[in-house]
């Protein structure tokens, strides 16, 4: 029997689609059309969901239909070419930023192999440099003096329906996460590339259900996943009740309060999904620790914004709720919770959006006096800010015993990390609840990795694909793992504490996923409280 | 000399070759091959430290659970990159090559690849394991996908019931 020899099992591992056909591919990857297969592609948008958006007031989705990535025919509209060349007109003269990242990249290659996408599955493609290539090639055609007579020579590539897969395909492999312009010498905001990409797709009618059903889901009821105002409230009761079963402490959270000095708005997914449920019943617990005048929104039921991964008017709307809501109610100002894209429209594009929030108060603690001046215009604190500021003051009852079953270590989700910049307010409330460690250097802070499912790729028909990008994080976290025991990983983001888990379950399944505000909660010591011996917590099963 | 003195003399070559090889599978090999910090680098380092520790292994008859920390390492990678079930088990398969034309290069141990039954017969059964593992880890991802629906995200989708949601697992479109 002949033994294939290595040259062979090169040929075939490498190159061919599959050692059954033995087919090998005679071009360049650059020129590789991109091929859809089960796994690799998001599901497209369902027609009414499109149809639905379209119709609602400031917002715009042409062109619903049928479609699917695996077919050859998208049924693009038929001037569909006309539709992208305006729209990335109109982008460029509206968006400077745009324009700057269109012209400025010098291909140093810095920002090269920043991407978890990359790192995750080798795919050249997957370069933040090259994902923006993928937008600039056809602005250099269409857009500059050198790509219209010079062509490909001088970078430019004709548009055609394969750019647009490709657009499709690679717009919808970035999360967003920021991580390559923080190496980008000249600051080249990837994400911002992507996000005209997928705003430019939206146009001729090519968008992700997992993103466009939570968009119109929030425009309709005001959250995510289409709860309604009774369902909403009865999910905080339970948390409540679950809180009365562990600790003995009865809570009693108002609704849609008028005239209260705060307004408390989270991602829906803490109200109702684990593990997120259990950081609901630290905020819960906090809020009764200190006696603060709060009430809960089912009408601002929602932090998340995916409006933020599909278009400017989106987000905008969606935003608008949150302070329409806080008006109508007459709060002082707002508290936001456990989320990470909330906080990056707030801090990058809510001032130029709808804000500044001028009818609102500049946060100051009532418990302590901090005047919080870093949200002067937004108006708006993060639940850790706050927290750690409590903390610091000496308001909180903390024994960090109770969390004597975790050893942690905290993942900076990209959005608050990068985009807000909120490191070591999670750090100061760790320090004093839990004991915890720091993953590797070059893995936290500004250079923290995504978890790889963000900007609405969180959905289960591309998990392989979500878990490879997940593989840098995964991999630091086995780092502290093995030399530390860590048990836990911390974060301050929905998305992440529910991609988090799916993500530790596949590469490092004794690690469990929770928020800050659950390992707060687990600490605090109640007036009045009947508590047991809690194993777990705030988890501790009790009948 | 013997060919567990030659394998041992060896190691470093094969195993180098070995990792190079496997890299090559991976259209931006060149910098998993290079880049040697292990955080900046995951693909690169795991590849590295899974293959060293298997070589080890493999040298010496080892207990076929004493592979599996290895080889599971190996498979969770591949398993969700961009391969066919084949492609993805495939790069353990060249450690027999590779350590055959090592050996055979050298006047003074190329007698001794005739001795290589037994050890290539180790990879062989390395190999097997490696698919039970590759499908443990492919099973895994289909039970956080249902995991995931049944933590009630489900609602978010016109799928409506985790029922439907499992159809569409089950066939190629949503
Ligand atoms: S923003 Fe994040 S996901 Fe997108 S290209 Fe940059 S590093 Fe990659
Ligand atoms: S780091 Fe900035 S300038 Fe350099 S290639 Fe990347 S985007 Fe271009």
């Given at each position: 029997m002949s033994v294939p020899k290595l040259e062979q099992l090169s040929k075939s591992v490498v190159q061919?689609?599959?050692?059954?056909?033995g087919a090998i591919p005679k071009v360049d990857w650059t020129e590789l059309p991109v091929e859809f297969k089960s796994g690799n592609y998001a599901y497209p948008a369902k027609k009414d969901k499109v149809e639905y958006l379209n119709s609602q007031k400031g917002l715009y989705f042409p062109n619903a239909r049928e479609w699917s990535p695996e077919d050859d025919d998208w049924k693009f509209p038929e001037n569909w070419k006309e539709i992208i060349i305006k729209g990335l007109a109109e982008r460029l003269n509206k968006f400077r930023s745009l324009k700057i990242f269109m012209d400025c990249c010098v291909r140093c290659g810095a920002c090269a192999d920043k991407c978890h996408f990359f790192l995750g599955t080798g795919d050249p493609r997957n370069m933040p440099v090259m994902r923006a290539e993928l937008l600039r090639s056809i602005y250099r055609n269409d857009f500059t003096l050198a790509g219209k007579v010079l062509g490909k020579m001088a970078g430019g590539r004709e548009l055609t329906v394969g750019v647009l897969k490709e657009w499709f395909m690679y717009s919808y492999q970035c999360t967003e996460c920021r991580r390559c312009s923080v190496f980008c010498p000249y600051g080249i905001d990837t994400a911002e590339i992507t996000m005209m990409m997928r705003e430019l797709l939206h146009l001729v009618g090519v968008g992700i259900n997992w993103i466009l059903e939570p968009v119109s889901n929030s425009n309709r009821t005001g959250n995510h996943m289409g709860l309604q105002p009774h369902t909403f409230k009865d999910n905080v009761d339970f948390l409540a009740d679950d809180i009365e079963n562990l600790t003995g402490i009865r809570i009693t959270p108002t609704?849609?309060?008028?005239?209260?000095?705060?307004?408390?708005?989270?991602?829906?997914?803490?109200?109702?999904?684990?593990?997120?449920?259990?950081?609901?019943?630290?905020?819960?617990?906090?809020?009764?620790?200190?006696?603060?005048?709060?009430?809960?929104?089912?009408?601002?039921s929602e932090g998340g914004n995916f409006g933020l991964f599909t278009n400017n008017e989106s987000m905008k709307k969606l935003n608008a709720k949150m302070y329409a809501e806080a008006r109508r109610l007459g709060v002082k100002f707002i508290i936001g919770g456990e989320c990470g894209h909330m906080w990056r429209v707030l801090h990058q594009y809510m001032d130029t959006m709808n804000g500044p929030a001028d009818f609102l108060e500049v946060p100051k603690s009532p418990m302590t006096g901090t005047v919080f001046s870093n949200a002067a215009s937004t108006k708006m604190v993060h639940i850790s800010e706050f927290t750690a500021d409590l903390i610091k003051h000496g308001k909180l009852s903390i024994d960090k015993s109770r969390n004597s079953h975790v050893k942690a270590t905290f993942h900076d989700s990209c959005n608050p990390a990068r985009a807000m910049g909120l490191l070591d307010e999670p750090r100061y409330i760790l320090d004093h609840v839990v004991d915890w460690v720091e993953m590797p250097e070059n893995t936290i802070r500004e250079r923290t990795f995504?978890?790889?499912?963000?900007?609405?790729?969180?959905?289960?028909?591309?998990?392989e694909l979500r878990m490879r990008s997940g593989l840098p994080r995964a991999n630091?976290?086995?780092?502290?793992?093995d030399r530390h025991g860590v048990n836990t990983l911390a974060c301050v983001c929905a998305i992440d504490r529910a991609t988090l888990t799916s993500l530790m379950g596949y590469w490092n399944p004794n690690v469990t996923v929770c928020g800050i505000s659950e390992l707060v909660g687990n600490s605090l010591v109640m007036d009045g409280e009947t508590r047991g011996e809690l194993e777990e917590g705030l988890r501790t099963m009790v009948f | 000399m013997t060919l567990e003195e030659a394998l041992r003399n060896n190691r470093y070559k094969i195993v180098d070759r070995w990792v190079a090889y496997t890299l090559t599978t991976y259209e931006a090999s060149s910098f998993f091959l290079k880049e040697k910090d292990a955080f900046a680098n995951p693909i690169g380092a795991t590849v590295r430290d899974a293959l060293k520790k298997l070589f080890a292994l493999l040298m010496q008859d080892a207990e076929s659970e004493q592979l599996k920390e290895p080889l599971s390492r190996m498979m969770h990678l591949r398993s969700v990159q961009d391969f066919s079930p084949a492609q993805a088990v495939a790069p353990l398969n060249a450690v027999k090559h590779i350590t055959r034309e090592v050996l055979a290069a050298d006047k003074e141990t190329a007698p001794l690849t005739a001795e290589l039954y037994d050890f290539e017969f180790r990879v062989d059964l390395a190999m097997l394991a490696a698919f039970d593992l590759y499908v443990a880890c492919r099973e895994k991802i289909y039970q956080l996908r249902i995991d995931e629906i049944k933590s009630g995200k489900h609602t978010l989708t016109d799928g409506g019931c985790p029922s439907q949601a499992l159809k569409n697992i089950a066939g190629t479109k949503g």
């Open positions: 061919g689609p599959s050692l059954a056909t609704f849609n309060r008028k005239g209260a000095e705060v307004l408390f708005i989270t991602p829906s997914a803490d109200v109702f999904a684990e593990p997120g449920l259990y950081t609901a019943m630290g905020y819960l617990l906090l809020f009764e620790h200190i006696g603060i005048d709060y009430t809960w929104s089912t009408y601002a995504c978890c790889g499912s963000g900007t609405g790729l969180n959905t289960d028909e591309i998990m630091a976290v086995k780092y502290v793992e | -």
